[in-house]
């Protein structure tokens, strides 16, 4: 069953820090992976997207990395600011059919 | 250029009535979703045209559910009767190719 798990469920850090979130997904076959950043009350906005043959890909202090071999993503965040608060949802693409398998996404507070 | 608009953004009901949204997309883009995102979860599909066929309704309700998108544009999702579970955040997207999604604000709905 294609499926995409996330982790933490929920992270806390102060400004200024970095943080890593997961992504493991058992989608196959694959066809691209895509981290979307979801601010409370507004809909969800493309970070990154990353196809098979990408393992890294940046967008400002957002970076992503993806190893298709294992089946996982990170979304590494660098010098966190207080708007980085919000979930991050991690999307995976199966080639088949291009449904898009969302996962349930890691809340994100950032505290000053 | 302008986002997807929906509206309205709040909607209260008590279960058993019936309740519409409706979506404006991005011009030019063909392809529309309905998403129904409960809190906590990652957005779910219910719907997803092209143009105004239907591609992919698999997890759309069909016995209180409905959609439509007349003349390939706008779209309306529509309930009838509501249930308490149907509380939830309906979000719309469009795309174009296989560019991101981008999303609209949501209508959140509470059933009484």
């Known amino acids: 069953k294609n499926q995409v798990e996330q982790s933490p469920q929920s992270l806390i850090i102060l400004e200024g820090k970095n943080c890593t979130l997961q992504c493991n997904y058992t989608v196959s076959p694959f066809s691209n992976l895509r981290w979307y950043k979801q601010d409370t009350g507004r809909g969800p906005v493309s970070l990154t997207i990353?196809?098979?043959s990408e393992n890294t890909k940046s967008n400002g202090r957002y970076t992503a990395t993806l190893d298709a071999d294992t089946k996982q993503s990170s979304l590494h965040i660098t010098a966190s600011q207080l708007s980085d608060s919000a979930s991050y949802i991690c999307?995976?693409?199966?080639?088949?059919?291009?449904?898009?398998?969302w996962g349930a996404g890691t809340k994100l507070i950032i505290k000053p | 250029e302008a986002g997807v608009a929906q509206s309205p953004r709040y909607k209260i009901i008590e279960k058993r009535q019936s309740v519409a949204f409706w979506c404006n997309p991005i011009s030019g883009h063909a392809t529309l979703y309905w998403y129904q995102q409960i809190l906590g979860q990652g957005p779910k599909l219910l719907i997803q045209f092209q143009n105004n066929g239907v591609v992919d309704d698999s997890q759309l309700p069909k016995d209180r559910f409905s959609a439509e998108r007349l003349k390939g544009v706008d779209s309306t999702l529509k309930i009838q009767p509501a249930k308490l579970e149907d509380s939830a955040v309906y979000l719309c997207?469009?795309?174009?190719?296989?560019?991101?999604?981008?999303f609209g604000d949501g209508t959140r709905l509470s059933i009484l």
């Open positions: 990353m196809t098979f």
């Open positions: 999307v995976v693409s199966a080639m088949s059919n291009y449904q898009l398998i």
């Open positions: 997207a469009s795309s174009l190719g296989d560019q991101p999604q981008h």
